[in-house]
């Protein structure tokens, strides 16, 4: 039988496999490679099976990411729980909520993935639903200063999520479905 540090090791082995093959492999985020090869993303896989579990998990890695400020975004990967997707939309709301409307507006943004990720108003064949598909549910915590300032020498950032959707679509569902797995 594995133990429980075998098994997070291997997700997270899994997390950073997806990390290099899609988000970097395909440049859906072209500030993500100088992250990774920085070792500066936290992973963190959450063993719980609850939202009360989940909650305390999304403040403490809040708190981690306030007394460090070599790690530079957090993942927090959730590989026994929010499997449906409308319950992790409904997961994604509360951690969203206790961000924006709490002590951490404009300090940190949540963004979010999903192995059945879907647009609102898209099929879920869509190939543009794989820019934020992922292995497993997770929340991706990021500092608003850090994106501030990449985004400040980036040209047309507002543009990335409109190309990686065509860039997903001319990729195809085959093609994305080959390299997700």
């Not at 957090?74 to 994604?92: G, K, M, V």
């Not at 020498?153 to 860039?167: G, S, T």
Request: charged content about 25%; glycine content about 4%.
């Amino acid at each position: 039988m594995m133990s429980d540090d075998v098994k997070h090791g291997q997700v997270i082995s899994r997390v950073k496999q997806w990390l290099h093959d899609v988000v970097i492999g395909l440049n859906f985020c072209p500030f993500a490679k100088k992250e990774f090869e920085r070792n500066s993303i936290r992973f963190h896989v959450e063993a719980g099976l609850n939202e009360k579990h989940s909650l305390a998990t999304l403040l403490d890695e809040l708190t981690a990411l306030d007394a460090d400020p070599n790690i530079e975004t957090t993942l927090i990967i959730y590989p026994n729980s929010y499997q449906d997707f409308h319950r992790y939309l409904d997961w994604l709301d509360m951690a969203m909520a206790i961000v924006e409307n709490g002590a951490y507006r404009g300090i940190y943004q949540i963004a979010s993935f999903h192995p059945d990720y879907c647009f609102a108003d898209s099929c879920a064949d869509d190939p543009a639903n794989f820019t934020n598909r992922s292995p497993f549910p997770m929340l991706h915590i990021l500092r608003e200063s850090s994106l501030s300032r990449v985004l400040e020498h980036f040209p047309n950032p507002e543009q990335i999520p409109e190309r990686n959707i065509l860039k997903a679509r001319n990729m195809g569902l085959d093609a994305l479905q080959a390299i997700l797995k």
